[in-house]
């Protein structure tokens, strides 16, 4: 995919000319197998011990991308290296993710890949963590971008009412209008480079407040 934007991280998804309907009026019961994969691979996990007095202790783990977030920081800050293979990995994680939410947000038809792109087209730049990143800002990133955070909760809410809206107008003439589409997609595009600043960790470049 040809790059448009000067962007750090990219998110495209094609536009579907026709949906099934019966599929999006099932959408949700047929979502629920790949949820729970997805749910495994990237929530967190408890687990209950007994500890030496007897009592029962519940213990939480991070799941996968928080474990991955915080090792690439850490490498970043004392060593000023980026591994391949855990940029690589996160990537494909993210791509897998994105897949499943624009299923869930009637965006597509097709039931997600575990490999294939389809029509969710995402991508990320590698960084030279030396020549491209300061070392000392992965501590902070997570926090100045809450800003972005309270915009996209904002606008998270609108996109839940503009999928609801859609799944009328797809049962009923097998189209998502144009502009919804759009609209969903340029909030999914803004969450992606802010993901891709605060905790994939790939550029130093404040993401700005827009859907494009």
């Not at 990133?141 to 996209?152: F, G, R, S, T």
């Not at 993901?195 to 550029?203: D, E, G, I, R, S």
């Amino acid at each position: 995919m040809a790059e448009t934007t000067p962007y750090a991280a990219r998110l495209e998804i094609d536009y579907p000319e026709q949906l099934d309907r019966v599929t999006t009026f099932f959408r949700l019961i047929l979502a629920i197998p790949i949820v729970v994969i997805l749910a495994l691979l990237n929530g967190a996990t408890a687990s209950r011990v007994v500890d030496h007095t007897g009592r029962m202790m519940e213990t939480t783990a991070g799941g996968i991308s928080a474990g991955l977030f915080i090792a690439t920081a850490l490498m970043i800050v004392f060593r000023q290296r980026y591994p391949r293979w855990w940029f690589d990995f996160a990537l494909e994680l993210a791509r897998f993710g994105t897949r499943v939410a624009a299923y869930l947000l009637l965006l597509t038809d097709r039931y997600p890949s575990t490999v294939d792109a389809q029509s969710v087209h995402l991508d990320a730049a590698y960084p030279d963590a030396e020549k491209d990143l300061n070392r000392w800002l992965p501590l902070v990133k997570w926090l100045l971008a809450v800003p972005h955070y309270i915009a996209l909760a904002v606008l998270a809410i609108a996109v839940v009412i503009v999928t609801i809206i859609a799944w009328f107008a797809i049962l009923i003439s097998g189209t998502y209008p144009r502009g919804m589409f759009d609209f969903v997609v340029g909030v999914g595009q803004w969450a992606t480079r802010v993901w891709a600043y605060a905790f994939l960790l790939v550029t130093d470049d404040y993401p700005p407040f827009s859907l494009q």
